[in-house]
């Protein structure tokens, strides 16, 4: 799967002229968006379906900096999948130079809209084959 690309706008930079460290959150959510789209769960599918997913957990090491107009591409995968709770690895590169510029981690649960826990496996069947999947794809690519 191809990587999500980001380019790094102005506002999104300090004073010293480097990304800010809270945007490549925001960024693993813009490359998980694209990721779910791209094995055929957009959001806003999701969503519909009555499939919610938050952040339980979120760990980022930032390795070198970004600064405007860089593009980052990020590698979204699977670590793993229980069918109850999901996690998501992040690698960011500057596309123009190939290097690490951040690596980072999301867990999520899956939940009703009213924040009942959801049984995926039997509820949803379409949506957890396309996590095991993709998590199987990406555990052999390891």
Request: charged letters at 25%; aromatic letters at 14%; hydrophobic letters at 35%.
């Amino acid at each position: 799967m191809d990587p999500y690309l980001h380019r790094v706008q102005y506002y999104e930079t300090d004073r010293m002229g480097i990304s800010h460290h809270s945007n490549y959150i925001r960024w693993m959510e813009e490359a998980r968006i694209y990721y779910l789209s791209q094995i055929g769960w957009s959001f806003h599918k999701l969503e519909e379906e009555g499939i919610f997913s938050p952040v339980t957990a979120v760990a980022c090491q930032y390795k070198r900096p970004t600064t405007f107009a860089d593009e980052v591409a990020i590698v979204v995968r699977i670590d793993k999948f229980s069918g109850v709770r999901l996690v998501i690895s992040y690698e960011m590169t500057n596309a123009a130079t190939g290097e690490v510029v951040c690596v980072g981690t999301t867990e999520h649960v899956f939940l009703t809209k009213d924040a009942k826990p959801l049984r995926l496996k039997k509820e949803f069947p379409g949506f957890y084959e396309a996590l095991c999947h993709w998590t199987e794809l990406d555990s052999s690519q390891i």
